[in-house]
Protein backbone atom coordinates (compact mmCIF):
# COMPACT_ATOMS: atom_id res chain seq x y z
CA UNK A 1 0.00 0.00 0.00
CA UNK A 2 1.45 3.45 -1.45
CA UNK A 3 1.58 5.88 1.85
CA UNK A 4 3.37 9.60 1.50
CA UNK A 5 2.80 10.86 5.17
CA UNK A 6 3.54 14.50 5.74
CA UNK A 7 4.68 15.89 9.30
CA UNK A 8 6.16 19.19 10.69
CA UNK A 9 3.75 21.56 9.43
CA UNK A 10 2.52 24.30 12.63
CA UNK A 11 2.10 28.04 13.05
CA UNK A 12 5.22 30.20 13.02
CA UNK A 13 5.67 34.00 13.17
CA UNK A 14 7.08 35.54 9.94
CA UNK A 15 10.95 35.21 10.06
CA UNK A 16 10.40 32.09 11.33
CA UNK A 17 11.65 28.44 10.21
CA UNK A 18 9.79 25.08 9.93
CA UNK A 19 11.34 21.91 8.63
CA UNK A 20 8.36 19.40 6.64
CA UNK A 21 8.96 15.97 6.31
CA UNK A 22 7.23 12.51 4.41
CA UNK A 23 8.06 9.69 5.01
CA UNK A 24 6.97 7.26 1.86
CA UNK A 25 6.01 3.64 1.50
CA UNK A 26 4.95 0.90 -0.45
CA UNK A 27 6.89 2.10 -3.47
CA UNK A 28 10.71 2.48 -4.90
CA UNK A 29 11.30 5.58 -3.22
CA UNK A 30 14.74 6.10 -5.07
CA UNK A 31 13.44 6.09 -7.92
CA UNK A 32 10.97 8.75 -7.77
CA UNK A 33 11.12 12.67 -8.13
CA UNK A 34 9.57 13.87 -4.99
CA UNK A 35 7.95 17.32 -5.11
CA UNK A 36 6.92 19.60 -2.36
CA UNK A 37 3.69 22.05 -3.17
CA UNK A 38 1.56 24.08 -2.03
CA UNK A 39 -2.21 25.58 -2.03
CA UNK A 40 -3.20 29.02 -0.33
CA UNK A 41 -6.01 30.41 0.60
CA UNK A 42 -7.99 30.60 -2.68
CA UNK A 43 -5.24 29.53 -5.00
CA UNK A 44 -4.03 26.84 -7.18
CA UNK A 45 -1.94 24.49 -6.04
CA UNK A 46 1.37 25.17 -6.58
CA UNK A 47 5.36 23.73 -7.24
CA UNK A 48 7.81 24.71 -4.72
CA UNK A 49 10.74 22.15 -4.96
CA UNK A 50 11.52 19.29 -6.74
CA UNK A 51 14.83 16.87 -6.14
CA UNK A 52 14.95 14.36 -8.54
CA UNK A 53 14.89 10.13 -7.94
CA UNK A 54 17.45 7.91 -10.07
CA UNK A 55 17.09 5.76 -13.00
CA UNK A 56 18.59 4.95 -16.35
CA UNK A 57 17.98 7.82 -17.54
CA UNK A 58 18.69 10.24 -15.03
CA UNK A 59 21.21 11.31 -12.37
CA UNK A 60 19.53 11.89 -8.60
CA UNK A 61 19.54 15.05 -6.23
CA UNK A 62 18.91 17.55 -9.03
CA UNK A 63 16.87 20.40 -7.21
CA UNK A 64 14.84 23.13 -8.25
CA UNK A 65 12.63 25.83 -6.64
CA UNK A 66 9.97 28.10 -7.24
CA UNK A 67 11.05 31.75 -7.58
CA UNK A 68 9.82 33.24 -4.64
CA UNK A 69 10.92 30.54 -2.00
CA UNK A 70 14.49 30.18 -3.62
CA UNK A 71 17.18 31.10 -1.30
CA UNK A 72 15.01 30.71 2.01
CA UNK A 73 13.65 26.91 1.41
CA UNK A 74 15.73 24.07 0.70
CA UNK A 75 14.19 20.38 -0.38
CA UNK A 76 16.33 17.24 0.52
CA UNK A 77 15.71 13.29 0.75
CA UNK A 78 17.41 10.45 2.23
CA UNK A 79 17.27 7.17 0.40
CA UNK A 80 17.94 5.14 2.99
CA UNK A 81 15.15 6.21 5.48
CA UNK A 82 12.37 7.35 2.06
CA UNK A 83 12.05 10.28 3.71
CA UNK A 84 12.08 14.33 1.45
CA UNK A 85 12.56 17.18 3.32
CA UNK A 86 11.75 20.74 2.88
CA UNK A 87 13.76 22.89 4.97
CA UNK A 88 11.54 26.71 5.23
CA UNK A 89 13.28 29.71 6.73
CA UNK A 90 12.70 33.32 6.41
CA UNK A 91 9.05 32.51 6.71
CA UNK A 92 5.92 34.92 5.20
CA UNK A 93 2.85 35.44 5.41
CA UNK A 94 2.22 34.40 2.26
CA UNK A 95 3.87 31.15 2.62
CA UNK A 96 0.98 30.23 4.32
CA UNK A 97 -0.59 27.38 2.49
CA UNK A 98 -0.91 23.30 2.91
CA UNK A 99 1.86 21.96 2.02
CA UNK A 100 1.51 18.26 0.04
CA UNK A 101 4.69 16.07 -0.69
CA UNK A 102 4.55 14.34 -4.34
CA UNK A 103 5.89 11.06 -5.49
CA UNK A 104 6.32 10.32 -9.40
CA UNK A 105 8.19 8.23 -11.69
CA UNK A 106 7.68 9.98 -15.27
CA UNK A 107 9.06 6.83 -16.96
CA UNK A 108 6.54 4.38 -15.71
CA UNK A 109 3.52 7.15 -15.43
CA UNK A 110 2.94 6.42 -11.19
CA UNK A 111 2.91 9.05 -9.39
CA UNK A 112 1.23 9.73 -5.86
CA UNK A 113 -0.03 12.40 -3.16
CA UNK A 114 0.22 13.01 0.20
CA UNK A 115 -2.50 14.38 2.06
CA UNK A 116 -0.85 17.16 3.09
CA UNK A 117 0.23 20.12 6.02
CA UNK A 118 -0.82 22.83 7.13
CA UNK A 119 1.25 25.93 7.71
CA UNK A 120 0.52 29.08 8.84
CA UNK A 121 2.57 31.79 9.30
CA UNK A 122 1.23 35.22 11.15
CA UNK A 123 2.20 37.27 13.97
Known amino acids: ?17 LRLSCVASGFA ?3 YDMSWYRQGPG ?4 LVARVTGTDLTKTGNAKNYAGDVKGRFTISRDNAKNTVYLQM ?8 AVYYCHAQW ?3 GKDYW ?7 VSS
Open 1 to 17: QVQLVESGGGSVQPGGS
Open 29 to 31: FRN
Open 43 to 46: KERE
Open 89 to 96: NSLKPEDT
Open 106 to 108: VRI
Open 114 to 120: GKGALVT
